[in-house]
């Protein structure tokens, strides 16, 4: 069974910094589109940023700039690096994949949280002024 485990999360202040990782086991990982994912109250789930097979990084406008997601898949892991956060980046981030897929259609646009199979429980991430 897929398990995706994140780790890292926690409480910092504006401007500060942040490293969230995500363990994948008993998946083909270096076939598999990553993505990390927010929600915060109220609001809908977003895509933060997204890594193909390739280790090309796509972005959501908003962390552009702020935040980088790298992977490792000898160690199955993939990376959120956040930097200069805001109070708005205040949400609960979850890591997610789409198993053996082609990096064409983890990079589209058109991809949205129903695409991936396999999601990681969260961990909070709470940015305070």
């Known amino acids: 069974q897929v398990q995706l485990v994140e780790s890292g999360g926690g409480s910092v202040q504006a401007g500060g910094s942040l490293r969230l990782s995500c363990a994948a086991s008993?998946?083909?990982?270096?076939?598999?589109?990553m993505g990390w994912f927010r929600q915060a109250p109220v609001k809908e789930r977003e895509v933060v940023a997204k890594?193909?097979?390739?280790?090309?990084?796509f972005y959501g406008e908003s962390v552009k700039g702020r935040f980088t997601i790298s992977r490792d898949n000898a160690k199955n892991t993939v990376d959120l690096q956040m930097n200069n956060l805001k109070s708005e980046d205040t949400a609960m981030y979850s890591c997610?994949?789409?198993?053996?897929?082609?990096?064409?259609?983890?990079?589209?646009?058109?991809?949205?949280?129903?695409?991936?199979?396999?999601w990681g429980q969260g961990t909070q991430v709470t940015v305070s002024e």
């Open positions: 997610a994949a789409i198993r053996g897929t082609s990096s064409s259609y983890c990079r589209s646009p058109d991809r949205r949280a129903g695409d991936y199979s396999y």
């Open positions: 008993v998946l083909t990982f270096s076939a598999s589109c």
């Open positions: 890594m193909d097979t390739y280790g090309t990084g």
